[in-house]
């Protein structure tokens, strides 16, 4: 029953969609489609509409790729060529006298929002009785999993009189081009490392919830994660494991939230989540829990154990910003804050985190000024053999005279440069000045001998090799007599591991400093070359009350000794405390008890004191 006028009106449609959509450009090339348009157009034009046979017109229209179907002036079908009934998976006997070409009802519309008998091309264009182009419908055909996508346009025929007598509706398969389509925009909107929503639809899903937010008088979190020393691991282990890693934390933090928050990798190993509707600082500091958890949970990588900590900032809106940008920059005020604190917290933003960091970049030019004009000091603490009291060398620790605060000890500027990178000039003065006080300083009982205490981060930069064998050379020093003091967080980590080899072929010594704060496992330390341990001062204050406290401080004198280490206590302060540790073996001990830090030229009267209290403590 297919009228040779609708025939001719498909023609038009066909061109209509044709022209359109470039990507159904192959239709177009398909020659026997175009000879078919070409035709129906000229004889359109000419007025000799009959000059082809309707016969023939038939059997181009069944050979066609494009889904062809006729409508009756109610919507149902009346026939359908070979292409429709592919495409819509349909038999014949099903699709004739059905109302619309969606057989199961539960169309998509472009958005993926359901179509409803509104949007239906053929139905609409019936009531507009006019054409409708280019609708994209997402179809489900019988038995099919995933849905056909299709662009459908309806013309509708009207009669001489004007009346409505059916409609030709024609589509095209785009299953495969939304497919790309889709994949173009997730990729636009996606980090490809994680398939975390990126940065841009971060800001696209603050943007939405401000405004809801604004509407319903409804609050929101923001979290801003930062992966503590991540650039470690990648120095270490290389970027791939470096990917493996924020692979698998993204999956966690992902998994630690609801399924309506958005976790987004902001860039780096910097991660952000939203949190619609929180109302509460405890329930944000709830939710930080959760994903500090989720990222301290041991990571395999490379057949090694890593355990990452991250530092969170959170700012909840309205109270800490009313707009995107605001809120982004305080989050991350709060997570440098973290960071500072000590890393693996969470900080609220205050007001007066903003105060913080513009004294922070006043302190910061402060500090490479007090660098320049000698605005730094190294105070001595001696170390004593707890055998015998004899002086085996000195711990330098750095302090800052500044004009203005007067002395600060290094608690109090030492993490700040580290933030700012004023770490750098420091700890060359300190490593400089410390050798050449080498010449000064009253020797040890094995030769002159000082510590130096690294930061992390100026074993990050490569050179610290280099440095230090310039420091050496310029006040003509042996290796033996430098002592380096690092972290155990900082020991492990391969690059690290590099630079230490390196630094004993110097022949300087290395030691691990505050051992038992950190991951405290002196056999993994065995894989280093370490030639001391200190055992941190909160043990040796307690080892003397708390029987804990007392059996790790043997265990980490036990097994340092069976590794071949020498073992020295920090912070002795009570008599009692030093007779504990030589009683436990321990090797030698520094601590207010002997001494606390002085400048070098006190060093001498201290000394002698030093030893005229140990011959009282222990007469021979
Ligand atoms: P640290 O390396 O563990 O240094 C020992 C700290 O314990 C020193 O504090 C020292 O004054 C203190 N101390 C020594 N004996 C006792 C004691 O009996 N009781 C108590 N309560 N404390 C004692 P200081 O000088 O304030 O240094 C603190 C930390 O700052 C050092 O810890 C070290 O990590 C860092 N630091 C010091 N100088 C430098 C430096 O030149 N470069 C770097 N990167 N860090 C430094
Ligand atoms: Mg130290
Ligand atoms: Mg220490």
């Given at each position: 029953?297919l ?79 070979a ?7 349909a ?39 006019g ?11 019988a ?25 030709v ?15 173009i ?35 929101l979190?923001?979290l ?22 924020l ?5 966690r ?11 987004a ?85 205050t ?129 033996p ?8 967080t900082?020991?492990?980590?391969d ?119 140990w011959a ?5």
């Amino acid at each position: 029953m297919l009228s040779l006028d609708a025939i001719l009106g498909l023609g038009a449609a066909l061109g209509v969609g044709l022209i359109a959509y470039a990507w159904i450009r192959r239709v177009q090339a398909e020659a026997r489609t175009r000879g078919l348009i070409l035709a129906l157009e000229e004889s359109r034009r000419t007025g000799e509409e009959l000059r082809l046979g309707e016969a023939r017109l038939r059997r181009m229209v069944e050979g066609l790729s494009v889904g062809v179907t006729l409508h009756g002036a109610d919507g149902g079908v009346v026939y359908a060529n070979a292409a429709a009934l592919a495409l819509l998976g349909a038999t014949p006997e099903r699709l004739l006298g059905h109302r619309s070409i969606d057989l199961e009802g539960d169309a998509l519309g472009e958005e993926g929002a359901p179509l409803g008998p509104g949007g239906d091309p053929v139905l609409a264009a019936i009531a507009r009785r006019g054409p409708v182009r280019d609708v994209v419908m997402g179809l489900r055909r019988a038995g099919a999993e995933e849905r056909t996508w299709i662009l459908v346009s309806a013309e509708p025929r009207l009669d001489a009189d004007g009346a409505l007598s059916e409609v030709v509706c024609t589509f095209s398969d785009i299953t495969e081009q939304r497919r790309a389509h889709e994949r173009i925009r997730h990729l636009a909107y996606h980090d490809a490392l994680t398939e975390l929503p990126n940065r841009e639809l971060f800001f696209d899903r603050l943007g939405v919830a401000l405004v809801q937010g604004q509407r319903r008088r409804q609050s929101l979190a923001l979290l801003f994660i930062d992966l503590d020393d991540f650039k470690v691991i990648n120095d270490s282990l290389g970027h791939t494991v470096g990917d493996a890693g924020l692979r698998t934390v993204a999956r966690r933090l992902k998994a630690a939230v609801r399924a309506a928050d958005t976790v987004a990798r902001f860039g780096g190993d910097e991660f952000t989540v939203l949190l619609p509707g929180i109302e509460q600082p405890e329930d944000v500091a709830r939710i930080a829990g959760k994903l500090h958890e989720a990222v301290r949970r041991p990571i395999v990588l490379d057949g090694r154990e890593v355990a990452l900590t991250s530092s969170i900032g959170a700012v909840l809106f309205p109270k800490d910003g009313q707009d995107i940008e605001t809120l982004i920059r305080n989050a991350d005020t709060a997570m440098y804050r973290a960071k500072e604190l000590g890393r693996s917290q969470t900080e609220f933003y205050t007001s007066a985190l903003s105060a913080r960091v513009r004294d922070r970049l006043e302190v910061d030019g402060r500090l490479r000024q007090a660098v320049a004009s000698g605005e730094l000091e190294l105070n001595y603490q001696p170390v004593v053999s707890l055998p015998d009291g004899r002086i085996e060398g000195y711990e330098a620790l750095v302090r800052w005279r500044d004009p203005q605060r007067g002395l600060v000890p290094p608690g109090d500027f030492i993490p700040a440069a580290e933030a700012t990178g004023a770490i750098h000039e420091i700890g060359a003065w300190v490593l400089r000045t410390a050798c050449r006080d080498l010449r000064a300083l009253p020797p040890g009982s094995g030769g002159p001998r000082v510590a130096i205490n690294l930061s992390p981060h100026q074993l990050d930069t490569g050179d610290i090799v280099e440095q230090v064998r310039r420091a050496l050379d310029d006040a003509g020093v042996a290796g033996p007599a430098l002592e380096l003091e690092i972290t155990e967080t900082v020991a492990l980590q391969d690059a690290t591991h590099k630079a230490l080899r390196r630094l004993k072929e110097l022949g300087v010594r290395i030691a691990i400093d505050d051992f038992g704060t950190g991951y405290s496992s002196l056999s993994y330390l065995r894989r280093f070359p370490i030639d001391t341990v200190k055992v941190d001062r909160s043990f040796v204050w307690d080892a003397a009350t708390n029987p804990d406290a007392s059996a790790i401080t043997r265990a980490i004198i036990a097994v340092g000794h069976q590794l071949g280490l020498r073992v020295i206590a920090e912070g002795i302060e009570t008599r009692e405390q030093l007779r504990l540790l030589r009683v436990m073996g321990c090797d030698a001990g520094q601590g207010y008890l002997f001494c606390a830090p002085v400048p070098l030229d006190e060093l001498p009267d201290h000394l002698a004191r030093i030893a005229e209290q140990w011959a009282r403590e222990f007469p021979a």
